[in-house]
């Protein structure tokens, strides 16, 4: 037979406190004293007492979930993000919910307006959303940007202009003249930071670099990546992430082209598996799980910020990139071929 389910009026009797006791020592525990918070923890632990989150919901307005929105779950520099915020937000008290917008905007914005009411915060990561929907999502619930920087929201980015020079100054030092940038979605704020970063220092080495794309950033993708930089009879690519340059990898490879004898290339993330290709691939470090953990950092703060008039709300957190050197760059030959396909 079902036991009655323990409420907080049989632990404020059992402990001979008022109600409203009770739920401050179990929610907001530094609101009461530590001798009665002590007592009270005691009694609800030995009645086996479980919080009722409806109840709670109701009372406070708050959820203890956080709401976290990828544009691809199964891309691997997603993972670290994911661990990295699961794990903050678990320590802080809340549980972690995860969707994915499938890099598509009317998917992200049905999550969005979905979860608004469910959660007390959003992430939106690398978030293709318009500006004015991005400012009606914040008017119900903080909302946190990773991997994109828009005036009045708080957000963590990783350093793709630092890291697109360190490519540049990279493969200049290897003696490439002539780069291709395969680009990403054209509705990526990371992909127009790091194209108009590696177009800005190549100008300045004084080479070329040409851009061609969009491409879907997806290892599928790089056949065509591919077939498009070689028409550009560049010396080395430089591919929007790592799943479209080891797309690109894989149809040089079938094509017979060597890698790096005839073509550098270079990519973005190094995800997992990035260091498992033939060869390695070269490519731009992105602290995924630091990043996971500042962006939960961010959206608590700013509930708190909400409910204070002297917090800061906009935030801008930059971490740093670093470039992976791995056997996908060399010296360019002095005598490329001419490739057909």
Same mark, same amino acid.
């Given at each position: 037979m079902a036991h009655t389910p323990v409420t907080l009026h049989d632990v404020a009797r059992e402990a001979?406190?008022?109600?409203?006791?009770?739920? @401050?020592?179990? +929610?907001?525990? /530094? %609101?009461?004293?530590?001798r009665t918070r002590e007592h009270v923890q005691a009694i609800a632990r030995r009645l086996d007492y479980r919080p009722n989150r409806v109840a709670q919901t109701l009372l406070t307005g708050r959820t203890q979930m956080l709401a976290l929105l990828v544009p691809d779950i199964t891309n691997p520099h997603n993972f670290g993000l994911i661990r990295g915020a699961e794990a903050q937000a678990r320590a802080a008290g809340y549980t972690l919910v995860i969707g994915d917008s499938q890099e598509d905007a009317d998917l992200e914005l049905a999550h969005a307006e979905r979860l608004g009411?469910?959660?007390d915060g959003l992430v939106l990561a690398a978030s293709k959303l318009p500006?004015?929907?991005?400012?009606?999502?914040?008017?119900h619930r903080p909302v946190v940007l990773f991997n994109r920087q828009v005036p009045g929201f708080p957000s963590v980015v990783t350093d793709s202009a630092d890291g697109s020079r360190q490519i540049v100054e990279h493969l200049v030092a290897l003696g490439h003249r002539r780069l291709v940038?395969? &680009?990403?979605?054209?509705?990526?704020?990371? #992909?127009?930071? %790091?194209?108009r970063a590696l177009s800005e220092h190549a100008q300045a080495a004084g080479i070329e670099m040409v851009r061609r794309g969009p491409f879907s950033p997806t290892v599928e993708h790089g056949a065509a990546a591919a077939d498009v930089a070689l028409a550009t009879e560049a010396t080395a690519l430089i591919a929007f992430n790592d799943l479209? *340059?080891?797309?690109?990898?894989?149809?040089?490879? @079938?094509?017979?082209? #060597?890698?790096?004898?005839?073509?550098?290339?270079? &990519?973005? /993330? /190094?995800?997992?598996? +990035?260091?498992?290709?033939?060869?390695?691939l070269t490519t731009v470090t992105s602290p995924a799980e630091p990043a996971g953990r500042a962006v939960? /950092?961010?959206?608590?703060? +700013? @509930?708190? *910020?909400?409910?204070?008039?002297? *917090?800061e709300t906009e935030p801008q957190i930059v971490l740093p990139t670093r470039l992976r050197v791995r056997d996908s760059t060399a010296v360019p030959a002095s005598g490329r071929r001419? %490739?057909?396909h």
């Open positions: 001979g406190v008022a109600v409203s006791t009770v739920s @401050r020592a179990l +929610s907001n525990p /530094d %609101r009461v004293s530590p009411s469910a959660v500006e004015a929907q991005l400012r009606q999502l914040q008017g940038y395969l &680009g990403g979605p054209q509705t990526s704020w990371t #992909d127009g930071e %790091r194209g479209l *340059a080891i797309g690109v990898l894989q149809r040089l490879a @079938r094509l017979g082209v #060597d890698v790096p004898g005839e073509l550098s290339v270079v &990519g973005y /993330d /190094d995800i997992f598996g +990035s260091d498992f290709c033939r060869p390695p939960i /950092d961010l959206l608590l703060s +700013s @509930r708190v *910020a909400s409910e204070g008039p002297d *917090a001419t %490739r057909g």
